[in-house]
């Protein structure tokens, strides 16, 4: 279990859609390993109980913050057209914190460490983690995506499997001011992440793949790794 870091210069991003089952857990795992980030949820107008779910961990203006350990500031910002990439966009665009972290509503943040990722990313359009992922409570064998999910860190990574260069954001770290400058594209349908990355390395730009960083990835019907579109 890593420790509780000092690393309030932080934006998550999180993107929503009826996502009741895990986006608590997934908040929750995000402020026991981060000190009162900023949570910025990006909602894609769902009908379920998700967003009363997130509103639970909204910090209370008026409690002293030495007792509120399991609050910190969170917005929910509603998406109209949504789009991966758009979403993301968005959420950078009312982000307040140097630093962005992007993760998906149905991962578990199971190890990171801020300060180290603020050090690497100096050197780095994009950093991200590795993923296990989880079907119905098992843990799967990292076949045919999954499979880049190695345990050694990799700079600039290629996969054969798709013939191209391989990024993931369902667990991954950014400065600010890269994506202010360098947002996604927000036509595309899916894999928003692999266009991202292939576009910076033709610009002779560096990434990492950095297995400090850790998630449980969970099943679910609509998850685009698990349907591997686009």
Known sequence: MSSQLKSENLSVIIRNKNEERWIGHAIQSVIDLVDRPEIIVIDNNSTDNSLNIVKNFMQDPLLNKKNSRNYT??????????????????????????????????????????????????????????????????????????????????????????????????????????????????????KEDRYWINQRVKEREKFLYDPSILVDHHYTVDGNTWKGIG
Not at 78 to 94: A, E, M, Q, W
Not at 102 to 110: G, P, Q, R, T
């Open 73 to 190: 500031k969170v917005k929910i910002i509603n998406i109209k057209d949504y789009t991966p990439g758009k979403s993301i966009n968005l959420g950078v665009k009312n982000s307040k914190k140097d630093y962005i972290l992007i993760m998906s509503a149905h991962c578990v943040l199971k190890k990171i460490n801020i300060d180290s990722l603020k050090k690497k990313i100096k050197k780095y359009c994009g950093i991200f983690g590795n993923q296990n992922p989880i079907w119905n409570g098992k843990k799967i064998t990292k076949r045919y995506i999954w499979s880049h999910f190695i345990e050694k860190e990799k700079e600039n990574m290629f996969s054969n499997l798709e013939n191209r260069y391989f990024f993931h954001n369902a667990i991954s770290f950014f400065s600010r001011k890269t994506l202010k400058k360098k947002p996604f594209d927000e036509f595309i349908q899916g």
